[in-house]
């Protein structure tokens, strides 16, 4: 450390002044410090005034010219220069108790107590890239409203969906999954127009791959939009899907889904053993890069209403519970993870989505895949009907349903509201 005595400095009649500078550097030769003592000349306290010799006008009214070596020294003189005051303590309103501070050392409202650390906290994050886009398409040249998911369309397969993707992706939305609506004229008994690879959807994935070729397609592997009997699988005389018979369907479908250019294969249909078969049947045709979703934990739900009207798929008799899974169960939804992980899926699905916030958190803790969770049309619809009666903001609902999904353990969400969220989390970064 630097050690020097100061000259002696002299304003008119008040005492000359001495002192040591102790800084860091030592003091440049030529330079001299001017202390001005506050009760030797007639200025208002804490207006201390600290200059170098030779200073020079900086053209800034908050500097003055001294080099690091003088401010330290004014410092140590104790010319400290001033800075705002402590600001006050806000008042208490009228009418609170004075009580005794609680002996409480761990207060966590300490890391909400504003926005900015509110955000450096935070332990979830939601982005458009973890969001699925899906998206209806029928043969038609023109959009259809669906009437009970409002905002939602039957879009034209070479028109409105192009137009709704390149506005997806504009947001940072690029991944998205295919619901045809096949005329009913195609449909029969075990579904075949699933494997035709001049269909709907092969054709529409060939489309959109042209345009956009950086686009994620995901597809659904399942017989209900393509069967008369409106089930995932083939029905027998005496009403029993049948297994392994629609798991053979099922593998055509996805190689014809994967020769067109998908990226993600999903099987919803919950049929056993269908991962791995569509795995094998996928590899031996040279899809080894293509992916598997499987719809691990799909419950037979009652929110799947609004869907079912958009690719009018409703079963022609009957319920889909021989399949899909008992909404009371928890750990069976353990079982299918296991079956599907030993089978080759790449990506777990919970469906549906906020009501079974608890099975997606099951499957997060039990598997180091990465979990989607569908948010599907009944939860879509009650959340648009609740904004539309002013009983709920539609935007702020949207958005922390979205989040709770993904603080439950989902990396990756099947939302209608993938284009509205990707348009807020765009203006948030705005």
């Given at each position: 450390m630097a050690s020097m005595m100061l000259n002696s400095v002299n304003y008119g009649s008040s005492t000359t002044v001495k002192f040591e500078y102790m800084g860091l550097k030592p003091l440049k030769v030529n330079q001299s410090i001017f202390c001005v003592r506050p009760h030797s000349i007639k200025i208002a306290p804490r207006t201390l005034t600290v200059r170098a010799g030779e200073a020079r006008d900086s053209g800034s009214v908050n500097k003055t010219g001294m080099s690091d070596e003088d401010c330290e020294a004014a410092v140590v003189a104790g010319n400290v220069p001033d800075a705002p005051p402590v600001p006050p303590?806000?008042?208490?309103?009228?009418g609170t108790p004075a009580v005794a501070s609680l002996q409480i050392s761990r207060r966590p409202r300490r890391n909400r107590r504003s926005p900015a650390v509110r955000a450096a906290f935070q332990e979830t994050s939601l982005s458009p890239a973890n969001l699925v886009y899906p998206l209806f398409i029928h043969e038609g040249e023109e959009d259809t409203p669906i009437g009970a998911m409002p905002g939602c369309y039957r879009l034209g397969w070479r028109h409105g969906l192009v137009e709704e993707v390149s506005k997806a992706r504009d947001v940072?939305?690029?991944?998205?999954?295919?619901?045809?609506?096949v005329p009913d004229a195609l449909k029969n008994s075990t579904g075949d127009e699933a494997y035709n690879e001049n269909g709907l959807v092969p054709r529409t994935i060939r489309l959109l791959k042209d345009k956009f070729p950086d686009l994620i397609i995901y597809t659904d592997v399942a017989l209900d939009p393509y069967s008369s009997d409106g089930h995932d699988g083939i029905v027998r005389e005496?009403?029993?899907?049948m297994n392994d018979e629609t798991v053979h369907q099922l593998c055509k479908q996805a190689v014809a889904q994967a020769r067109a250019g998908a990226d993600v294969v999903s099987p919803s249909d919950m049929m056993d053993g269908r991962v791995g078969a569509i795995r094998a049947a996928l590899d031996a045709e040279g899809f080894q890069h293509v992916s598997i979703m499987s719809y691990t934990a799909k419950y037979a739900s009652s929110f799947y209403g609004p869907f079912r009207e958009a690719l009018d798929s409703n079963p022609r008799f009957g319920d889909k519970k021989t399949y899909q899974m008992n909404p009371a169960n928890y750990r069976e939804a353990l079982i299918e993870t296991h079956a599907?992980?030993?089978e080759g899926a790449d990506i777990l699905l919970v469906k549906p989505g906020l009501p079974y916030l608890?099975?997606?958190?099951?499957?997060?803790?039990?598997?180091?895949?990465p979990i989607a969770a569908y948010q599907v049309s009944g939860e879509y619809s009650m959340i648009k009907a609740g904004g539309v009666l002013k009983m709920i903001d539609e935007e702020k609902v949207m958005m922390e349903s979205l989040m709770c999904l993904r603080r439950a353990g989902a990396d990756i969400i099947l939302t209608?509201?993938?284009?509205?969220?990707?348009?807020c989390l765009s203006g948030e970064k705005r």
């Amino acid at each position: 450390m630097a050690s020097m005595m100061l000259n002696s400095v002299n304003y008119g009649s008040s005492t000359t002044v001495k002192f040591e500078y102790m800084g860091l550097k030592p003091l440049k030769v030529n330079q001299s410090i001017f202390c001005v003592r506050p009760h030797s000349i007639k200025i208002a306290p804490r207006t201390l005034t600290v200059r170098a010799g030779e200073a020079r006008d900086s053209g800034s009214v908050n500097k003055t010219g001294m080099s690091d070596e003088d401010c330290e020294a004014a410092v140590v003189a104790g010319n400290v220069p001033d800075a705002p005051p402590v600001p006050p303590k806000p008042a208490a309103p009228a009418g609170t108790p004075a009580v005794a501070s609680l002996q409480i050392s761990r207060r966590p409202r300490r890391n909400r107590r504003s926005p900015a650390v509110r955000a450096a906290f935070q332990e979830t994050s939601l982005s458009p890239a973890n969001l699925v886009y899906p998206l209806f398409i029928h043969e038609g040249e023109e959009d259809t409203p669906i009437g009970a998911m409002p905002g939602c369309y039957r879009l034209g397969w070479r028109h409105g969906l192009v137009e709704e993707v390149s506005k997806a992706r504009d947001v940072g939305v690029n991944s998205i999954v295919l619901f045809p609506k096949v005329p009913d004229a195609l449909k029969n008994s075990t579904g075949d127009e699933a494997y035709n690879e001049n269909g709907l959807v092969p054709r529409t994935i060939r489309l959109l791959k042209d345009k956009f070729p950086d686009l994620i397609i995901y597809t659904d592997v399942a017989l209900d939009p393509y069967s008369s009997d409106g089930h995932d699988g083939i029905v027998r005389e005496d009403g029993v899907i049948m297994n392994d018979e629609t798991v053979h369907q099922l593998c055509k479908q996805a190689v014809a889904q994967a020769r067109a250019g998908a990226d993600v294969v999903s099987p919803s249909d919950m049929m056993d053993g269908r991962v791995g078969a569509i795995r094998a049947a996928l590899d031996a045709e040279g899809f080894q890069h293509v992916s598997i979703m499987s719809y691990t934990a799909k419950y037979a739900s009652s929110f799947y209403g609004p869907f079912r009207e958009a690719l009018d798929s409703n079963p022609r008799f009957g319920d889909k519970k021989t399949y899909q899974m008992n909404p009371a169960n928890y750990r069976e939804a353990l079982i299918e993870t296991h079956a599907d992980e030993a089978e080759g899926a790449d990506i777990l699905l919970v469906k549906p989505g906020l009501p079974y916030l608890d099975i997606i958190r099951l499957l997060r803790d039990n598997s180091s895949l990465p979990i989607a969770a569908y948010q599907v049309s009944g939860e879509y619809s009650m959340i648009k009907a609740g904004g539309v009666l002013k009983m709920i903001d539609e935007e702020k609902v949207m958005m922390e349903s979205l989040m709770c999904l993904r603080r439950a353990g989902a990396d990756i969400i099947l939302t209608y509201f993938a284009l509205q969220a990707g348009r807020c989390l765009s203006g948030e970064k705005r």
